[in-house]
């Protein structure tokens, strides 16, 4: 059967919402781009677009309401429809907690709450009326356990995972479902790090690709399953 569905991938610049806007572009969905970086987003479109792919650019901050709105419209006035969500847009900055800036605190949680919060609201009236659609939110580990120094980071994938609840609860009756994908260390740019695939991280850490693979299996589930979350441990744990 020809694919036909679509999705918007918030953070696809780099990392892990490329690696998962790719894998998505790959299967022949149709896949709108959401980051503030335009230089990138028009290259991880050039790599989907080459084999056939066919994406939209939104480039923007996720924390502006009115990019979730303009691009939630502008796939459905492209393609029809909406039917995947991807909220993986983040940042994390761990510092004690007594140095932790008020304003670095507040921009966590605006990019790591809010703008999740934001797309969600603008896809859910779309996804209701299609009676289907997935969301899925890349949450963390950490969003399980606290650590020293995460007050900040630590804290909005534990509320991500509180929305993600809410969300499952509330819109499974209209046939819309909701997954917390959280992976631990993943190799790519966060917090400052070095996307390297031959850094000495890479003979243990996740690649993108690996948190790619379990948001597909999520959008690929059967008509009867929900999934509720993927936790992603590195193999290696010694
Ligand atoms: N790497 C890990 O070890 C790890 C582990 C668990 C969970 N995660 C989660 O995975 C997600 C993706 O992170 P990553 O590891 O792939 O890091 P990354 O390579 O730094 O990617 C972060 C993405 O988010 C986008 N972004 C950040 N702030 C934004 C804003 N205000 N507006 C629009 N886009 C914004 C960035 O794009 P622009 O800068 O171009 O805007 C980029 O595309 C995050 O939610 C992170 O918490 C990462």
Redesign the pocket.
Known sequence: MAEERTALV????????RAIAQRLGAKGIRVGL????ED?LRAVGKAIEGPGGQVRLFPG???DPRLAESAVREVVKTWGRLDILVN?????KYAPVEALPEASFREQFD??VVAPFLFTKAAVPQMKKQRSGQIVN????VGYLGTARGTAYVATKWALRGMNECWREELYPFGNKVAYVA????I???GGRR?DPKSPEAGWALT?DDVARAVESVVDQGPNSDVREIVIQVRDRS
């Open positions: 918030t953070g696809a610049s780099s990392g892990i919402g959401v980051a503030r970086r990138r901050d996720v924390r993986n847009a983040g940042i994390g990019t790591n890349i949450g963390s580990v992976p631990g260390y993943v790519t740019e966060f996307e993108p």
